[in-house]
């Protein structure tokens, strides 16, 4: 039987390769792991772009019937600008009755006092008469009792003259109520009524203004995050249409209660998440009201 020689270059060669297979299942790199990118915001929500104040719902303060419409949507308005005018044809009669009574009680307590110079000369005359001796207690005392009669009759009369003055500025008020004013200065947004309709404050907004004021977020704060924000920090605003382009707000307020979400984007979304509304003021009004915007929080001091 025949012996298979190892020489000595098979050996060598076979040391080799068993330290070359030994190597490989060591790892002998030394670069570490690469760390996770940090955030440079310590909370992000949804919000909402608002008006300080909110929008103005101008209703009817009067059932009636549109007779005139000053402004249309888009019009700039002022504090006191009719914006809706009421028939006034009732209301107006009725202030002229309201007047004319008024006028018949100021002419009664005008002619009360007329008599009041005659009837006082009277007493005194009577009065002195009595004195003298040249007439009776008793006409004396008929002189005052006519004189206090009169005195009542006058007070009775001015009294109806204030009660009449009373109906006229009643009467004059209703006029006033059936003119729809703005409240504040500001932009009209919409207008739901036209001139012949029946309108009454059960028929909910016939205008609706956007006011002259700074816009704001409202911006649902999850409460994992009410605590890492606070009033006075900055964050940036972006639009949801237009995210390239953010705005730095600072929050003004953090509210008090918790309330499930409102800006959830579909509705399959959880609704049983609870958020906090937080209150951020826009550097300008280029966002336009109701716009959606995400809300990146920065840290204090940024």
Known sequence: MSKTVLTPLVLATAGAVALM???CGKTTSTTPPAAAPTSK???IARGRVDVQGGLVHVAASRDGIVAELPKVAGDD???????VVLDTKQARIALDAARAELNAASAQGSLLRAKQPALKLRAARVLEAAVAG????Q??????QAMAELNAEIAVSDATIETAKQKVRQAEYEIEARTLRAPVA???????????????PSSGELVELL????RIVRAELNEGFVNKVGVGMSAEISSETDPGKPQTARVTR???VFGPSKLNESAQETTDTRDVECILELPNNDLKVGQRVQVRFLPPGK
């Open 21 to 23: 297979l030994g190597g």
């Open 41 to 43: 915001f310590v909370a």
């Open 77 to 83: 308005v002022k504090i006191g600008d009719a914006l």
């Open 134 to 137: 040249a007439a009776t207690g």
């Open 139 to 144: 006409s004396a005392d008929d002189a005052k």
């Open 186 to 200: 500001g932009r009209i947004v919409a207008r739901a009524t036209h001139i012949g309709d029946v309108v009454s």
């Open 211 to 214: 006011p002259d004021a700074p």
């Open 254 to 256: 953090i509210g008090e």
